[in-house]
């Protein structure tokens, strides 16, 4: 009695298993109804006629696929074979004599075969124009503008009116200015061929408008005289329209040029401002020479490298994490400092300028006994790398953009701590006159350890800035020291505008020093300038007004 | 009385440098005849290495003194010292080049070595006249004068005192470094000038001159003591003292500050020069390195540690420190920078007139003890 109904049952059971199993391999078959169309568009590439062959192409360009771009290379460059057998597509990568198959779908290497078994299949010349355009297209159609600008620039090389009439299409639907300016020369370079006056007059006018070095070079060519002295272009009013077009192209090249090396000077600039400003409060407001600044720097770097690693997964933010905590950690040890070494030598400025160099010699070597003495690696978050391409003439960096944005943002924090809130009057208070203040109920001991290590948390923030920079090591604070005393001296000490002036100016002046005279020989004159400068004006460029400046 | 010696006058007070230079005496006479005299298998026997090595730290006592002059009795911390010292290191430096002759890796008697490399076809301008000893020991002395005296003429006229000084005499130095760092300097780039081979005819590897040069820098070190000690002593020297303490009331008075200053810095200076042009054939090179910032820094550590404004301290100080470092570089080599540290912040907090003052002080209690003692 029970055993009829325990196999039905079973039978019950086994009906579901197949129907979970059939179900479970139903499952690719749909998600992969995409492919369908392309499959089949494949398969028809085996016909024997190019118009047949012609017809599958547009096929797999309309099929949207993502193995679009890669089975048509390989189309075009005679890789794509299909086998004798079933009459499966691969794309194949020769290798000595063996021929290795790669699936179609998956870019997977499935199986290595003799020569015999495929064959490969063939196109002419209107295939292969069809090819590059559609290849071009799919390129040109890409949502990442760099794509769209390095397929621009490879059509740039052999122009045809199809990529013409390609990109003139593209253009009108461009959005990235840089893609249009490469557009705009490429079409310009396939006209200046033509043989009416008019399209040619346009095309160099077109491309004076251009700082594309391809655009110069051509215009160049234009007014160039061929090996029997002859003009290249017989005509002169093209001629001089080329000739006008190569001036203004180069006053343009020359503002970039100068925009650029402004960049660079403004980007050095706050770099130095950064490492300066906490200077300038040690120095500037307590007297004291902080000779471990550069130290301060450094550790602010080695907190970066050290957040990094606590959180490898999530580099994107560590720098968000980093410039807290190094202010912490420099602001900390700064105190220490301040507490343990600089509270027995105030009114002795050249002392603290002995004492805080050993403080620096020690710190130099924690450093090297806890880390290493080689240099540590800290990683560049994905926003920060790359550049911010204006045009091709002009590219910013996007970590020194930051830095100048960061350090601006530091220097205004930093102006309004002072000038707003109750430290930053403590603060002004006791520089300007430490026994009043102390009158006046100032607990001046307090203030001097909080300005350090105010001074010393800017500086740990600036050493996150450098480990954007430069390499992170024990001698980072060394390379900054002295160009920080340079600004801080040269702005007036005691100045926090006169900092900023400085740092901006010294940074400027040095990157356009340098394409003339070389890095070194620019930091050689901006020191012996400084010099001289202390010697006529001994109190810097803003310096201080009053009593405070007496001494 | 007056004829007597003015040598004695001169260390009549000066129970320090009277000890200092006996010591000197000692060891100049006693260490060569340890070396050339007893057998090397000896006990006594003292090795060439160590009579170099003696000759170093004899070089930076000068440089020491150097230092003391313009920092301990005039009151200019120079940060920037040690460029003098190298300026001396290099005029001697080219001298010993030019006597490599075309004993050089590439064999031109012209060119040294690092000019062939470059491809330079001719010698510069400036290195004519080096191949002459007296011209170069000229310039070993004149070259870091004269860029004092530019210096400082500019620097104390216009009244930079105090911390600015020390920081645009520190730029001075790191501005020479970067220069001399650059190949198109001509003085050999990042290697600097070395691999020489003779001293005025003496073949700088013997034993005996390696003695002769240490004698030689003992001597020296004994007559720029005197010729300090001299200077210190005499009016120049205590109206140098009164700049140092109260420049204001000194330039009232009627005395012309800027000279005082500006000469006491330029002989600083030439004496800085004599000790590089010294320590150069000991050491068997020179390079940008000594120009470094650090360089400087540690000399005034130095005189910190033997207590400035006494000559024979900046001398223990030297010695001592120097001492220390060549024993803890080799043997604990980590500690070394903890070391220098310390020594800086101590002296600077605990000890403001260094060993010497230390035991002056000590001295001074015990007298007093005694005094409490005996009535």
């Known amino acids: 009695m029970k055993l009829p109904c325990i196999t039905g049952h079973l039978k019950c059971l086994l009906l579901l298993l197949m129907l979970c199993l059939s179900v479970l391999t139903i499952n690719p078959v749909l998600a992969a109804s995409g492919d369908e169309q392309f499959m089949n568009a494949l398969q028809q590439l085996t016909a024997k006629k190019f118009n047949q062959k012609s017809q599958a192409i547009s096929e797999i360009e309309n099929s949207r696929h993502s193995q679009v771009k890669p089975v048509l290379n390989a189309l075009l460059t005679g890789n794509l074979y299909y086998r004798k057998s079933d009459k499966v597509v691969f794309i194949v990568q020769k290798q000595d004599e063996t021929f290795q198959l790669i699936d179609v779908l998956s870019d997977q290497q499935v199986a290595e075969v003799g020569k015999r078994t495929l064959k490969k299949i063939s196109i002419n010349n209107t295939l292969r124009s069809q090819l590059r355009s559609i290849i071009a297209r799919v390129d040109l159609s890409d949502p990442n503008a760099d794509v769209r600008r390095s397929a621009v620039q490879d059509m740039m090389k052999d122009m045809s009116l199809d990529a013409v009439n390609l990109l003139q299409e593209q253009l009108v639907i461009e959005r990235s200015e840089i893609v249009k300016e490469t557009i705009q020369v490429a079409i310009a370079l396939y006209d200046i061929k033509s043989d009416d006056k008019a399209t040619k007059l346009n095309a160099i006018n077109a491309l004076g408008d251009s700082v594309h070095p391809e655009a110069n070079n051509l215009l160049k060519y234009v007014v160039s005289k061929d090996a029997d002295g002859n003009y290249v272009e017989n005509d002169l009013e093209l001629r001089l329209a080329a000739q006008n077009a190569i001036s203004t192209v180069e006053t343009k090249l020359k503002i970039y040029s100068f925009a650029e090396t402004l960049f660079f000077g403004v980007s050095l600039g706050s770099v130095l401002l950064l490492s300066a400003i906490g200077l300038a409060i040690t120095f500037g407001v307590m007297g004291v020479i902080n000779m471990a600044h550069g130290e301060l720097m450094m550790l602010g770097a080695y907190t970066t490298y050290v957040v990094q690693l606590l959180m490898p997964n999530s580099i994107e933010y560590s720098l968000m994490v980093a410039v807290p905590a190094a202010f912490l950690v420099a602001g900390f040890v700064g105190i220490l400092i301040e507490r343990g070494v600089l509270q027995f030598l105030y009114g002795r400025p050249l002392e603290t300028l002995l004492a805080t160099f050993g403080i620096s010699l020690i710190l130099q070597q924690v450093v090297r006994s806890v880390f290493s003495p080689l240099n540590r690696s800290v990683e560049t978050p994905e926003w920060m790398s790359g550049a911010w391409e204006i045009n091709s003439a002009l590219a910013l960096t996007y970590n020194r953009l930051y830095i100048i944005i960061f350090s601006l943002i530091i220097f205004a924090l930093l102006i309004l701590i002072l000038k707003k809130t109750a430290l930053g009057l403590y603060i002004r208070s006791v520089s300007q006159n430490r026994e009043m203040a102390k009158a006046m109920g100032v607990r001046s001991e307090w203030v001097d350890a909080l300005t350090f290590g105010l001074g010393s948390g800017i500086a740990g923030i600036a050493g996150v800035a450098l480990s954007q920079l430069t390499n992170v090591g024990p001698n980072l604070g060394q390379a900054y020291i002295i160009d920080s005393f340079m600004v801080v001296v040269f702005g007036g000490v005691g100045n926090l505008w006169g900092t900023f002036v400085a740092a901006m100016s010294l940074g400027v002046v040095n990157k356009f020093l340098e394409p003339w005279s070389g890095a070194v020989l620019a930091k050689i004159i901006v020191l012996v300038f400084i010099i001289l400068f202390i010697q006529k004006r001994p109190k810097g460029l803003f310096p201080q007004k009053g009593r405070a400046g007496g001494n | ?375």
Request: aromatic share 14%; net charge positive; with cysteine.
């Open chain 2, 1 to 375: 009385m007056a004829h007597k010696s003015i040598f004695m006058s001169m260390l009549a007070d000066d129970r320090g440098g009277k000890i200092f230079l006996s010591l000197l005496a000692i060891v100049t006479i006693v260490l060569p005849l340890l070396n050339l005299a007893v057998a090397q298998d000896s006990a006594f026997h003292i090795s060439t290495f160590t009579i170099t090595l003696m000759g170093k730290y004899l070089c930076y006592a000068l440089l020491a003194i150097a230092l003391d002059l313009v920092w301990g009795y005039c009151g200019i911390l120079s940060l920037g010292h040690a460029a003098f010292f190298a300026l001396g290191g290099y005029a001697m430096g080219m001298y010993l080049m030019r006597q490599i002759g075309d004993r050089g890796v590439y064999g031109n008697p012209e060119l040294p070595d690092f000019m062939v490399f470059l491809n330079w076809e001719s010698l510069p301008w400036y290195w004519y006249g080096f191949d002459q000893f007296w011209f170069a020991m000229l310039m070993a002395m004149l070259i870091p004068g004269v860029l004092a005296y530019l210096f400082g003429w500019l620097a104390f006229r216009s009244r930079v005192t105090g911390v600015y000084l020390s920081i645009i005499t520190q730029a001075l130095t790191y501005a020479l470094m970067l220069a001399f760092f650059r190949n198109e300097m001509g003085f050999g780039g990042n290697n600097g000038l070395t691999d020489f081979k003779e001293i005025l005819g003496f073949s700088l590897q013997q034993d005996a001159t390696r003695v002769g040069l240490f004698v030689i820098t003992a001597l020296m070190l004994a007559i720029g003591y005197l010729v300090s000690r001299f200077i210190v002593t005499s009016k120049l020297g205590r109206v140098v003292v009164a700049v140092r303490d109260a420049e204001d009331r000194a330039r009232f008075i009627g005395y012309k500050v800027e000279s005082f200053k500006l000469w006491v810095f330029v002989f600083s200076a030439v004496l800085a020069g004599i000790a590089g042009a010294l320590y150069v054939p000991q050491v068997g090179i020179i390079n940008p390195g000594e120009f470094s910032p650090l360089n400087s820094i540690e000399l005034v550590v130095w005189v910190a540690v033997g207590g400035r404004g006494l000559l024979y301290g900046a001398v223990l100080g030297a010695i001592l420190v120097n001492f220390s470092k060549t024993y803890l570089t080799a043997a604990l080599p980590e500690v070394w920078l903890f070391a220098l540290g310390a020594l800086f912040i101590i002296v600077t907090v605990f000890l403001p007139k260094g060993i010497v003052g230390l035991l002056q002080q000590m001295k001074a209690r015990k007298v007093k003890e005694q005094k409490n003692e005996s009535p």
